[in-house]
């Protein structure tokens, strides 16, 4: 006879390597659920109280054995067991053992392990997503507190890899800010899916007991219900695939961020410097500093493209239920959350170590023609010919000179006007050289958006404001969820005395 909670229908035992196979590794990763597991039994335990199903004598056993694993479960001192197959049946199986089949058999009453599952893992997507926005808004704080120090540190912008206009450092860091922002908001709206509670909905079509889940969804700290019972039971992996689909647009912000810090820090271009903190040296040649962190950080995207993909070839095919295939989901998850957030904890450290070598990039924009669009805005001005025309005669300026060592030369660009469009007009060295000036051009974009001191002083100030609306957004969440544990704590010792 099989040896199983749910044996009862079976005449022989499973075999070890079935064991091994279907819960050797997900029993692993059930370490991450235990705490929650614990919490929900607790909230469902008290409603089927609440609505008659158990007394308070078997309520009161139930709460005083699970009290008892959770203290074991935050002191690391509760190991689970293969043999029974998942989280669930370990504390269950633990929770009779203490108190015997007469109380303990009466927890899993009305409730089934595929919206036990569903459940556990809501509670702890909840708490990881909060973590994952507490890093990431510290993050956007680095990026906001290095723009404020380099308002007016020239840098070069790029297009097709090529010197494209000369901007600032205080603009590429609020492009990345608000970039990041926008994975914030993501990740919020995620937020609101995942806090809809599946409790209740049983196997596939609820159960018959007369169960209250608006109570119980609001003893955990849900938003609300998941209403209709097959789609809670089929929609899992839904919430996950969003999740690390939004892990993926962040892994890629970061990718790039870091594709850049590579570059930039090498000695051709000699933009950047990397603190020795954050690079590794050479086993054999002493003179190397190696961006190792930015390496690995753009290297780790890969996992998470590939966690996704796992996910969403899971779901494809499976119809409406619960199946087995939907525990491979758990890996996928939890790997991806652990990955990003080891990224995100390094980052802030490394960029705000960078230091900018400001001759050098300032040289970069000399040397590479990256204000020459101004002369094209000169021109039309001066001529009020068309743009085409004027960008056409600069195009040809910009080739003749680059012979003449990129000298400014007003005669040659009088000359290719005259020829161009028959009038004679004059431009003199130095409005060329007003024109073409790596700061006034910068100054003259003081549009919103733009890269002027004065208009990226104004969106670091926005953006440190929407930062402290997400920080203060955050921790109500946090303090929700914290404020309902404890009050579940307190439910428990009302029934235990302890």
Excluded at 283 to 309: F, H, T
Excluded at 360 to 372: A, E, G, K
Excluded at 454 to 464: A, P
Aim: hydrophobic letters at 40%; a neutral charge.
């Amino acid at each position: 006879m099989s040896d199983k909670l749910w044996g009862g229908g079976y005449s022989k035992k499973t075999k070890e390597e079935v064991e091994r196979f279907t819960a050797g590794e997900d029993i692993q990763l059930d370490e991450r659920l235990a705490i929650y597991d614990v919490i929900g039994t607790i909230a469902h335990d008290y409603m089927l109280h609440r609505i008659g199903a158990l007394n308070n004598e078997t309520l009161q056993r139930i709460f005083i054995s699970l009290r008892n694993i959770k203290d074991r479960i935050e002191k690391k001192e509760f190991q689970l067991r293969p043999e029974l197959e998942d989280i669930h049946m370990n504390i269950e199986k633990t929770v009779i053992e203490e108190i015997g089949e007469e109380y303990g058999g009466m927890m899993h009453l009305a409730r089934s392990r595929n919206e036990q599952v569903l459940l556990d893992i809501r509670m702890y997507l909840r708490d990881q997503i909060n973590e994952v926005l507490k890093l990431v808004l510290n993050l956007i704080s680095t990026f906001i507190d290095v723009g404020g120090k380099n308002l007016e540190t020239l840098m070069v912008g790029y297009t097709h890899t090529r010197q494209g206009q000369p901007t600032t450092v205080a603009h590429w860091c609020v492009a990345y800010a608000d970039s990041l922002l926008r994975i914030v908001d993501r990740l919020e709206e995620v937020y609101v899916r995942v806090n809809q509670c599946p409790l209740g909905s049983g196997a596939i079509t609820g159960v018959s007991w007369p169960i209250d889940r608006k109570l119980t969804a609001s003893l955990l700290g849900f938003d609300g219900v998941q209403e209709n019972t097959m789609d809670a039971i089929s929609s899992r992996g839904e919430v996950e695939s969003e999740i690390i689909f939004v892990l993926c647009l962040l892994m890629t912000v970061l990718s790039r961020l870091s594709e850049e810090i590579i570059w930039w820090s090498t000695s051709e271009f000699g933009a950047i410097e990397l603190d020795e903190a954050y690079t590794t040296g050479s086993s054999l040649m002493p003179q190397k500093k190696n961006p190792d962190v930015a390496e690995l950080i753009r290297g780790r995207v890969g996992r998470i493209y590939g966690y996704l993909v796992q996910v969403l070839t899971i779901l494809k095919g499976l119809p409406s239920g619960y199946n087995r295939d939907q525990q491979e989901i758990k890996g996928p998850i939890f790997y991806s959350l652990e990955t990003v957030k080891s990224v995100i904890q390094v980052m802030p450290g490394l960029l705000s170590t960078i230091k900018f070598n400001q001759e050098r990039m300032l040289n970069l924009i000399l040397d590479s023609y990256s204000t020459v669009t101004e002369l094209v805005d000169l021109i039309i001005k001066e001529t009020q010919i068309s743009f085409r025309s004027a960008h056409r005669i600069v195009g040809m300026y910009v080739k003749q000179t680059l012979n003449s060592g990129r000298k400014v030369d007003p005669d040659l660009l009088a000359s290719l006007i005259q020829s161009e469009t028959g009038k004679e007009i004059k431009i003199s060295l130095g409005m060329i050289e007003k024109a073409i000036d790596p700061v006034s051009t910068i100054e003259r974009r003081s549009h919103i958006g733009g890269p002027a001191p004065v208009e990226v002083r104004r969106m670091l100030v926005n953006r440190r404001e929407i930062l402290n609306l997400k920080k203060d957004s955050l921790a109500k969440k946090v303090e929700k969820i914290k404020s309902t544990y404890k009050k579940l704590d307190d439910l428990v010792q009302s029934f235990t005395g302890k």
